[in-house]
């Protein structure tokens, strides 16, 4: 069955399945990006096969969301799969069920911090960005670019609907905030090993853990990026140069980005999510 790890897009995804992917499958704990491909991304176009191949059609692809699953779950043992996809359900269709879902992991980040991260990871203006993770039309296109060879159509809504969707299914669940993970990583790492240990036996030790954590800090990804390149990077919206998938992690401030009027507009979309997360 498959646990989902899912967020909204620029909220810590990456970072929780490299984490994940240290943890489950290396020996050692030390992460490199290779590991990544063992979390794939769901929608994907190859679970689509002789399905469908109307992957920009939603309501073509709504019919398939749950056969590409049971297929996927057909082999019995436990994956997980990454998602920006909107948990919700078109007439009869759900994205997912609790025959295909053992658990879901759903990272979490402060909404104002999304909007500097959403201007430089996508190259938009701030105000763009502001009404994009507000807009309950916001689904893949322009400014949600992915690698042409697995570009579905991929439904996110505004941020609070897509946290409603993930967290009120309430079915072994775990949230992470990702100011948490910035702030004492150990702790949030400790948390995913116990809930991981409901469901799947996997090896580890202090070393392992220590090996995690060093591997997989924002400073060392962001370092191994540079040096080395990072396949998930999209091109600027002239597509002529990567923009760096790890930027500016604990330096992103809202306070220093967003001015007054920002602020309030955020805030006052989501007040009630913020209010039960903790961000005001």
């Not at 359900?89 to 911090?113: A, H, M, Q, S, W």
């Not at 669940?173 to 090993?193: G, T, V």
């Not at 600027?236 to 007054?260: I, M």
Request: hydrophobic share 30%; proline share 3%.
């Amino acid at each position: 069955m498959i646990i989902w790890i899912a967020s909204f897009p620029k909220s810590g995804n990456t970072w929780i399945r490299a984490i994940i992917s240290s943890l489950i499958y290396s020996d050692d704990g030390i992460f490199n990006f290779e590991l990544l491909k063992r979390v794939q991304q769901f929608p994907n176009k190859k679970h689509f096969e002789n399905f469908t191949d109307k992957y920009q059609n939603p309501h073509e692809l709504k019919k398939f969301w749950i056969p590409a699953q049971e297929r996927i779950n057909l082999g019995n043992d436990t994956k997980f799969f990454k998602t920006h996809h909107i948990n919700c359900k078109i007439g009869e269709y759900p994205f997912t069920n609790r025959k295909n879902t053992l658990g879901t992991i759903y990272i979490v980040r402060d909404p104002r911090n999304l909007v500097n991260s959403f201007s430089n990871h996508y190259s938009i203006d701030k105000h763009v960005a502001k009404k994009t993770i507000t807009s309950r039309e916001f689904v893949t296109g322009e400014i949600y670019r992915e690698n042409k060879q697995n570009n579905v159509f991929t439904i996110i809504g505004s941020w609070k609907d897509h946290y409603n969707s993930w967290t009120k299914a309430n079915q072994n669940l775990l949230i992470i905030k990702y100011e948490d993970l910035l702030s004492d990583p150990q702790k949030e790492l400790n948390r995913i090993i116990k809930y991981l240990n409901n469901f799947m036996d996997f090896r580890y030790d202090d070393q392992k853990i220590k090996n995690i954590l060093s591997s997989t800090s924002f400073e060392r990804m962001q370092k191994n990026e540079v040096e080395n390149g990072f396949f998930e990077a999209v091109p600027d919206k002239f597509n002529t140069k990567k923009v760096n998938f790890f930027n500016q992690g604990k330096n992103n401030n809202w306070k220093k980005y967003l001015n007054q009027e920002d602020v309030k507009y955020i805030e006052s979309n989501f007040s009630t999510e913020m209010r039960e997360l903790g961000y005001l």
